[in-house]
């Protein structure tokens, strides 16, 4: 799919309204029709309903001087964007804003003018017919929120801005126009941001598509793998990238000690939907383990309920129903982490437990330094004599710093 949205994208690349780049921000809203994996009579419905949603931008007063806003679907997400967000306001005040989803600030109603402009550009893009109806439907949601941050003089109120992810609905139009008008604007590395081997799902948006000046991320394995993607797709980013420390970093942990050789501890962290499969074969893996190996799995926050996954749990597997992974690392004791190429495996690191990946048949992500295994046998060997993997906690999620308020700051005197 994420070729389709790359061709589809590429028509909108010179698009603009009143001088607003209209590429990235319609781009955002494209992705979740494109990747949606519902019906097409569902998407052509989704369609036609962004063609009337009117944004509103009700918590405009909130949006003043230095500002920081965010956006997120999960209550693990929502902590970590509050925690961010507080800790840049320790150096300097900042106002914090949550952006509503795109349906719940917005009102019914039809814009000619809007519906107009993006008739023009979408008669100039050469697409089939479905996808004309996606490109105009995206196109002129887009357009309607540029023209009320215009009415609302929103960036006139601003004198920086801060998103969660500038790369996605709803922070994507609001970050645009900031930039448009020659503000700071910073956007924030949330998850593992890595080049896609094989499948490429939406995430692969929160870099493809920054609306911001500046991507903060985490280490320079990110950073390398952002650049590294951009040379594979011939594209230069528009976009300055800075290397600012792993986003939630733990208090300081001490190394994990080893149990007896007889009790070997294992956590597993489990994706989210697209390695639902993936993580069934992995769990039939651990069940084939000697009886001597303790097992504890953590779900995907999204999969808690999944029935096909607890199916699968090995019967001797304990369920982690901590309220975050560093609450799992600190209470229990544990001798390996395995999973996938997930912010949660490598946060093991960060508490002196050693990780390693499952080589899954999905697997996407190729980093030098990884334990990895493919069967039961490999992974006994990797349990009864763990690689010391603190390395990866630096090299992939950039623990050894914390530069976001240094650099922002920075920037804005």
Not at 103 to 116: F, Q
Not at 211 to 224: D, G, H, I, Q, Y
Request: aromatic fraction near 10%; proline fraction near 6%; hydrophobic fraction near 40%.
């Amino acid at each position: 799919m994420y070729s389709l949205y790359a061709q589809t994208k590429e028509k909108l690349r010179f698009a603009t309204y009143r001088g607003y780049d209209l590429c990235n921000p319609t781009a955002a809203v494209l992705a979740h029709l494109l990747f949606d994996k519902r019906s097409t009579r569902k998407k052509i419905r989704s369609a036609f309903k962004l063609i009337r949603l009117t944004p509103r931008y009700r918590h405009h007063d909130q949006l003043k001087d230095d500002a920081y806003i965010w956006h997120c679907d999960r209550d693990d997400q929502t902590k970590l964007a509050l925690s961010i967000g507080n800790r840049l306001g320790e150096k300097q005040p900042r106002n914090i804003s949550y952006m509503p989803a795109l349906k719940e600030d917005a009102s019914k109603s039809l814009d000619w003018r809007a519906m107009y402009a993006a008739w023009r550009i979408t008669r100039r893009c050469s697409l089939p017919l479905l996808l004309q109806l996606y490109v105009f439907s995206a196109l002129c949601h887009s357009i309607k929120h540029f023209r009320a941050i215009d009415r609302l003089q929103i960036p006139q109120q601003l004198t920086s801005l801060v998103s969660f992810n500038s790369a996605n609905i709803p922070e994507c139009f609001l970050v645009a126009a900031c930039r448009h008008h020659g503000l700071p604007t910073y956007s924030l590395q949330h998850g593992l941001y890595h080049r896609y081997r094989g499948e490429q799902p939406i995430d692969i948006i929160n870099y493809e598509n920054v609306t911001a000046s500046t991507l903060l991320v985490w280490s320079e394995f990110c950073r390398a793998e952002i650049a590294a993607f951009h040379r594979e797709i011939d594209r230069t980013p528009d976009y300055r990238i800075q290397i600012a420390g792993y986003i939630d970093p733990p208090a300081p942990q001490p190394g994990s000690r080893p149990s007896p050789s007889a009790h070997k501890h294992l956590l597993c962290v489990l994706p989210g939907k697209r390695y639902v499969a993936d993580s069934i074969q992995l769990l039939h893996l651990l069940a084939s383990l000697p009886a001597h190996y303790r097992l504890t799995v953590r779900l995907h926050p999204l999969l808690a309920k999944d029935a096909a996954l607890m199916a699968a749990l090995p019967p001797s597997a304990s369920l982690d129903d901590s309220p975050t992974l560093a609450h799992a690392l600190r209470a229990g004791h544990y001798d390996l982490a395995v999973g996938f190429n997930t912010t949660s495996l490598f946060e093991a690191t960060l508490f002196g437990v050693p990780c390693a990946l499952y080589q899954a048949h999905g697997l996407n992500l190729i980093a030098e330094g990884i334990p990895s295994f493919l069967n039961a046998e490999e992974l006994a060997q990797l349990a009864d004599a763990p690689i010391d993997t603190r390395q990866l906690a630096d090299y992939i999620l950039g623990a050894s710093c914390f530069r976001y308020a240094e650099i922002i700051s920075a920037a804005e005197t």
